[in-house]
Nanobody
Framework: QVQLVESGGGLVQPGGSLRLSCAAS????????IGWFRQAPGKEREGVSC????????YYADSVKGRFTISRDNAKNTVYLQMNSLKPEDTAVYYC???????????????WGQGTQVTVSS
């Protein structure tokens, strides 16, 4: 059974950092692209970052470029999203997803985690 489980969310002050984890089971992450998405209340789901399966190429939305870093540890079957210099506008539920295409188009991802809440507030 394919499963993705996010963890690492929480409450952090502006300027702080969090590291989200996306642990996969039921399949091997090596062969799939992984994307991180977020959805704030009343807003559409936004593609934040993605990493390819082939050469580790990465993509970042302009809103997080220079602050977030995506990485993968194939030995642990886990993908991470390091988030630094967090801003209140980063507050959202963060989801990881896996698919065969390296993209931030949510519709092209096949499996999704349940999400983890990130709240940036003083």
């Amino acid at each position: 059974q394919v499963q993705l489980v996010e963890s690492g969310g929480g409450l952090v002050q502006p300027g702080g950092s969090l590291r989200l984890s996306c642990a996969a089971s039921g399949f091997t992450l090596d062969y799939y692209a992984i994307g991180w998405f977020r959805q704030a209340p009343g807003k559409e789901r936004e593609g934040v970052s993605c990493i390819s399966s082939s050469d580790g190429s990465t993509y970042y939305a302009d809103s997080v470029k220079g602050r977030f870093t995506i990485s993968r540890d194939n030995a642990k079957n886990t993908v991470y999203l390091q988030m630094n210099s967090l801003k209140p506008e980063d507050t959202a539920v963060y989801y990881c997803a896996t698919g065969k295409v390296w993209t931030v188009v949510a519709a092209l991802y096949d499996y999704w985690g349940q999400g983890t809440q990130v709240t940036v507030s003083s």
